[in-house]
């Protein structure tokens, strides 16, 4: 029967109605919510956007989305909803169609007579009276709420409003582009204020929590005390907008639905108030307040509702802090008295007049542990630690006692604390039931083994001997057990270790796409990672690269081809005369030597690149602290052909004579040597490295007193070589708003100079700005230096480049669900030159002009975590721009945004910093 009553309405509705789509709104509202009552106002206004941005005039639009709703409200299947959808849709346009065959002949023949005209004259003002009915229908709460019931939703949605008509009325801007403008804008706005159908009646969601002291100033130790809360607020999208509540709420009651459960999958519930964990947060935050001293602290809970939202204030009272009183310790095992650094005041980490804190107890059982751990003390454990506190008497202050008590047999007997020395070490296999293989050398062994026969036994040791296996690479598997000789205190040590296989190749195809010039490589690798069995990591890696090159007029058809070897062998240790055992053991280190060959075919020009390095790494106080030295790294390139046209054209051309090109293409030696140190806790991370390069060969032209040539460089063997310095400096603060939100701010600063035997910087020595990891609204190699720009705003990758560089970076990221996250930036930074050269005009540094020749840029990015790497796409737009005069549009693109010339989008591996 419904289909029969939807045909006749729209029927109706499609024969009387008049002025459009628009015009018939106000009718099938009247009839399908106020009358009929398929659906409620909200489902029709929902069907009223829809019906805007979809293809199509929105009367039909609309007649075939309430037919569908009104069919699907009833209880019907999705079949026969789809059939109320055309059901509606064909009684709408039927009387249309028939009367524009009965009437449009009659029309046509008396439209110019009076009676004709004074029908349409009464006609208008009815269309207008319908559209403006239309219009105001759809100024109702569900679009706007009400000042009473939701005084930011009703406010957002007037301006949202507003800016709508503005930017379609005065700004000519797409109606497509402002509708979907309004509805992210509307998503993020207004994702908190739908929820309240979610919530059950009673309950309240939680809005915010709030922690305060009823001090004036506030304890450093009570500052943050966000980690004791049970229960915390909705998820927030860069800390102020609870968008995946909103996706939540989008989702109606009916989980049946598969729409509904697909919402509620990407959205987050709402987090309801719940009093029980309330009281459990306040008892947590007293416990922490005692812990840190203040033993008469209370806390006191509070709510304040507003609507279905509340807000829980937590009130410490904490009161005056206890001070630490006398202190003794009282050692019941009389073979520990004697151990000076157990009670003496100059180790202990309690005295007299501190601040009572647990924390600083547990400190103290943890240093005494650890000190006879480590004296071979192998069954002791902080539990033989206890304290013994009195308040009793005393103003504000805690005597204490440290007991430490005696051992305890299984018998139940006490006796002293047993000492034990390691007898024996063995080292054993486990590959296979079979394998008795020494995998490797007992030299290596020995070195990565800190537990010695005949010493105490030490916890120390036993960490260090699992850190330094674990750092082989030829190990996989470790595993170190102690064993009690009978009636002894000898302990017998077994290390088991499991060995990785040795060999591996892998093949890895690539795709290549520069300028159009499709190609494809491929990169063969094998590895040894055991090489002289003692852990050695051999890698030599082929690889071939072939590109097609198109539209290179005068020169040779040839396409681009490269091939190049690569050699590199790595020590688990210091490879240098004069090193100790003892030094070897304190200092996990890393030595590296590498070759590498590259053939590099052109039309242009024919290059090769032979170079050389040795170098050592290694890392202090648990990875934290990282350091490498460049011992020595050598890299010859040279030209063994060039052709006629490339030298005419761009090397000896007059006109277009270039300093930094011509350097790139003539024969160059560079000796370099190097330091660089990295430190990174996760909070804070500081990347630093020191290079210089010719200063020995400097000194050995001027010892023997060589000669120069015509353009004033000393030659050895024959190759003019580089003489430069160069400094590097990278920081990055990471600051948590909580688990989902962090803001990261990141600094990077370059500095080289060429001097001596160079006027220029080699060109894989010189710094570039623009792209994924540098001021994102640029594309790589595109900014700077200075104020310096191709005329024809083509990236020229030998002038875009400069000896010094500087990167500011602000990035607020957040979480957004799945393995999504999202981010906005703001970037700032370029490149200059420190000398001033003719083909880079404005490019030379001036501390005077360096605020009207910084580049800003703005955008947003999303990032897909795999755990194992992350894939980053970021969207940049230009805000200030230095290649153009400041008086020009062109300066502050965010003022006069042009989006072809201003928008740069960027997809990398891994964060940009």
């Known amino acids: 029967m419904i289909y029969l009553y939807l045909f006749i309405t729209f029927f ?51 007649a075939t989305y309430c037919g569908y709703t009104a069919v699907a409200n009833a209880g019907y299947s999705m079949p026969m909803a789809v059939l109320g959808s055309v059901v509606a849709t064909t009684a709408l346009v039927l ?30 003002p009815a269309v207008v009276g319908l559209l403006a009915a239309a219009t105001l229908l759809l100024c109702n709460e569900e679009n706007f709420s009400t000042p009473a019931e939701n005084v930011w939703q009703f406010w957002i949605s007037v301006l949202l409003f507003a800016v709508t008509f503005v930017g379609v ?17 509307g998503l993020l706005l207004l994702s908190g204020c739908s929820s309240a159908k979610h919530i059950p009646k009673g309950d309240y969601l939680l809005d915010k929590n709030i922690v305060r002291v009823d001090t004036s100033s506030v304890p450093s130790e009570l500052k943050d005390m966000s980690a004791y809360l049970r229960q915390r607020p909705n998820s927030r999208w860069f800390s102020a907008f609870r968008l995946p509540l909103g996706v939540y709420a989008m989702s ?30 306040a008892a947590d935050l007293t416990s922490k307040m005692h812990s840190e001293g203040y033993l008469d602290a209370t806390t006191d809970i509070s709510t304040a509702t507003k609507r279905h939202k509340l807000r829980v204030t937590y009130t410490l009272h ?40 647990v924390g600083l107890l547990d400190e103290e059982r943890r240093r005494i542990t650890t000190l006879l751990q480590n004296r071979g003390y192998f069954k002791f454990h902080k539990e033989f630690l206890s304290y013994i506190a009195d308040t009793v008497g005393t103003d504000h202050t805690v005597n204490l006692m440290l007991n430490l008590q005696p051992y305890q047999s299984r018998r139940d007997t006490f006796s002293h604390h047993p000492c034990y020395d390691i007898g024996s070490v063995v080292f054993a296999w486990q590959n296979s039931a079979t394998d008795t293989t020494s995998h490797l050398r007992r030299g290596v062994l020995s070195d990565c083994c800190y537990i010695v026969p005949g010493r105490p036994f030490s916890a120390a040791a036993l960490q260090q001997t699992y850190n330094r296996l674990g750092r082989m690479g ?24 499991q060995t990785t296989k040795p060999h591996s190749i892998s093949f890895q195809p690539e795709g290549t796409n520069t300028a159009g010039d499709l190609g494809a490589a491929a990169k063969l690798t094998y590895q040894n990672r055991n090489l002289f069995r003692g852990s050695e990591l051999l890698s030599i890696e082929l690889r071939g690269a072939y590109e097609a090159i198109r539209g290179l007029e005068g020169y040779s058809n040839q396409d681009f081809m490269e091939y190049s070897a690569q050699m590199k062998l790595e020590f688990p240790r210091f490879l240098l005369p004069f090193i100790s055992s003892d030094v070897r053991k304190r200092i996990g280190a890393t030595t590296e030597f590498a070759v590498m060959y590259d053939l590099q075919n052109r039309p242009e020009f024919h290059r090769r690149i032979v170079s050389g390095s040795w170098r050592y790494k290694w890392s202090a106080q648990g990875q934290q602290h990282r350091y490498q030295i460049d011992l020595l790294d050598l890299n010859y390139v040279f030209m063994p052909w060039i052709s006629e046209t490339f030298r005419r054209e761009y090397l000896n051309n007059e006109t277009g004579r270039n300093a930094i090109l011509r350097y790139n293409y003539e024969d160059l030696f560079i000796m370099k040597a190097g330091f660089g140190y990295n430190f990174s806790n996760g909070t804070v991370a500081l990347r630093t490295n020191v290079e210089t390069a010719g200063n020995l060969l400097g000194l050995m032209s001027r010892l023997t007193r060589a000669t ?43 500095l080289a100079w060429p001097y001596g035997n160079s006027t220029v910087l080699p060109f894989e020595k010189r710094y570039f700005s623009g792209g994924a990891n540098s001021v994102r609204g640029w594309s790589v190699r595109s900014l700077g230096p200075g104020t310096y720009s191709e005329g024809d705003g083509r990236i020229n990758f030998i002038t875009q480049t400069g000896d010094m560089k500087l990167d500011l970076n602000l990035e607020l990221r957040t979480h957004l669900f799945w393995k999504l996250a999202g981010a906005v930036f703001l970037d700032a930074g370029n490149i200059w030159t ?80």
């Open 12 to 62: 109706e509705i499609g024969l009387f109605g008049f002025g459009g789509g628009y015009g018939m709104l106000s009718l099938i509202q009247g009839e399908v919510v106020s009358r009929h009552h398929w659906m409620t106002m909200g489902e029709f206004t929902d069907i009223v956007a829809v019906s805007q941005m979809t293809p199509g005039p929105i009367g039909i639009n609309s």
């Open 95 to 124: 009387p249309s169609l028939i009367l524009m065959l009965v009437i449009s002949k009659m029309f046509m023949k008396y439209m110019h007579t009076h009676a004709a005209e004074s029908v349409f004259a009464g006609l208008r």
């Open 169 to 185: 009325k005065s700004f000519k801007l797409s109606p497509l582009l402002m509708i979907a403008l309004s509805g992210v804008a």
């Open 252 to 281: 109606g009651t009916d989980t049946t639905r598969r729409v509904n459960r697909l919402l509620q999958s990407w959205g987050q519930k709402p987090v309801l108030y719940d009093s029980v964990k309330a009281r459990q947060t």
């Open 318 to 357: 904490p009161g005056k802090q206890y001070k630490v009183g006398d202190v003794s310790y009282h050692i019941a095992d009389s073979a520990l008295a004697d151990v000076t650094e157990l009670s003496d005041s100059r180790y202990r980490l309690i005295h007299t007049g501190q601040r009572f804190s």
């Open 474 to 497: 030829a190990v996989r598997y470790t595993n170190i057990t102690f064993s009690e000789r009978p009636d002894t205190s000898v302990l017998d040590c077994r290390i088991q270790l």
């Open 708 to 750: 120069r040539d015509d353009n004033g460089h000393y030659h050895f063997f024959n190759i003019a070589y580089a003489q430069y310095v160069k400094g590097d400096i990278d920081f990055t603060h990471y600051i948590y708003a909580d688990q989902q939100n962090q803001l990261v701010f990141h600094i990077g600063v370059g």
């Open 834 to 913: 420190l000398r001033k050269y003719e083909k880079q005009p404005g490019g030379q540094f001036s501390l005077k002009k360096l605020p009207a020749q910084l580049a800003a840029s703005y955008g947003m990015g999303f990032r897909f975590n795999f755990s194992y790497f992350i894939l980053r796409f970021d969207m940049g737009m230009k805000a200030i721009n230095p290649a153009y005069p400041t008086d020009s549009d062109g300066h502050f693109p965010i003022l006069h945004h042009n989006f072809k010339r201003d928008f740069a989008f960027h997809f990398a591996v891994g964060m940009p910093f």
